[in-house]
């Protein structure tokens, strides 16, 4: 018997008239309860007067192997794993693993290199003390300087992870080397932590952005809560590695710069796998000129899942043929003259976008309040104009015909097409 028939039963038991349709709400004045068994669990269901359902486990004669995996499924993963993340969750979550743990491991030896350079013979365990404290200084200067840059990262969260964990790397490097300047001690510390304090703004301010293309059920703060668990577990896990590196192998310079070179592969190629596997679906110019392009070729959208292994996490801002060639981002001023925008004004005077083909790329300068509909529509009038149509009038007619079957698609697809994310803040008032 499934839960909504024996949930029927037990009403009709206590007395509760069965209603002819589905309510929306159930409302029960005194508690309902039941149990159920299988062969190696029992457990017992309540409804309370207040509408919430709890369950108590009576016996579980379960092997100590299986409680333990579920104890570690209900601490690692968010609830309803696997139907409550979009598909590449684990994968992403493997990686984030492996990234802190490398990074903790080399963030031990950085320290102890700082400390032999500042004249200091520490112990292992008080380089990883220590660890806690040499984060303050230029760091903050690094982190005021990166706030600066929010709209960019937005606009490419993926690029900008990857970002944040080279110059980490960059900064944890300079640490490590100091040893073999110590008269130059103060500056490669500022220098390093100046990186480091950078890092840290972007890899902080991308992170609700992926976490975001996992939460299927609106379950943002369960993701972030079980992501926030797996870093602190592999963190201390990391530290442990790098005490044991910094007594062993790594406790000549030589060694440090041995396996700190390959901490450091193994921290930035765990961050880009992590972040090929999240689904982002908001609108951005790289995933734009993509979407237009696997439209113009295929009359088809590609989803967000589909997208994310094509994009380019290094060099976002290349240019596509098939789309257009469009660029997004510069001054109005500098993308075209006023007699040109004059021109482009009375061919589609109610859009809330430019185009300019003075050059070999297509700029396009986007209004003050123009959302990701708006951008689609100057995009594709750029992409027809380009397959050698004879005039724009005609590519902005052929563009009115192809948008709703474009958006349709678009929307079916889970695309957010109320806004785009071009990330350079350049557009023009109306």
Known sequence: MNFPEKFKLLEKEAGYPSPEVVPVSVSVSVSVSWTETSDTVSRRFEFHPDGQLSVKVLNDSRPVIHKI?????????????????????????????LQHFSSSALSVLSTQSLLYAAGLRPTPAQ??????????????VGKLMCSKLGARMDSEPKRWRIF??????????????????????????????????????????????????FAKEGNLSDLYA????????FNVLGLGAGIQLVSTVCSSMQGKMVVGSFLSLIHVYSTC????????????PQRTAMIIED???????????????????????????????????????????????KQVKEIFPDEKFVLSFENRWTDMV???????????????????AN?????LEDAYEKMNMMMPELVSQLKAKGWHTDRFLDGTGSRYGC
């Open 366 to 384: 986007l209004e003050q309040n123009a959302s990701g509909e708006d951008a689609l529509r100057g995009w594709l009038v750029a992409a027809y």
């Open 273 to 284: 796998e992590e972040m090929r596997t999240a689904p982002i679906n908001t609108l951005n």
């Open 226 to 233: 079980k992501g926030e668990a797996i870093s602190t577990v």
């Open 127 to 140: 380089a990883t003390a220590a660890s806690w404290i040499l984060k303050d200084g230029m760091q903050h």
């Open 69 to 97: 995996s579920e104890s570690l499924v209900n601490t690692f993963l968010p609830s309803g794993y696997p139907y409550s993340v979009n598909e590449g969750y684990l994968r992403y979550t493997q990686f984030r693993a």
């Open 295 to 341: 439209f113009i070729k295929t009359g088809k959208v590609s989803s967000p899942a589909d997208l994310r292994n094509r994009e380019d996490l290094v060099y976002p801002r290349r240019l596509i043929k098939e789309a257009g060639n469009v660029k997004v981002g510069r001054d109005l001023h500098k993308a075209m003259k006023p007699s040109r925008l």
């Open 164 to 213: 944040a964990d080279m110059l980490y790397d960059f900064g944890t490097g300079l640490e490590v080397l100091s040893p073999l300047c110590p008269q130059l001690f103060l500056e490669m510390a500022g220098l390093g932590n100046f990186a480091k304090g950078m890092a840290i703004v972007a890899a902080r301010a991308t992170r609700l952005t992926i976490y975001s293309a």
């Open 387 to 391: 397959q050698e149509v004879e005039k």
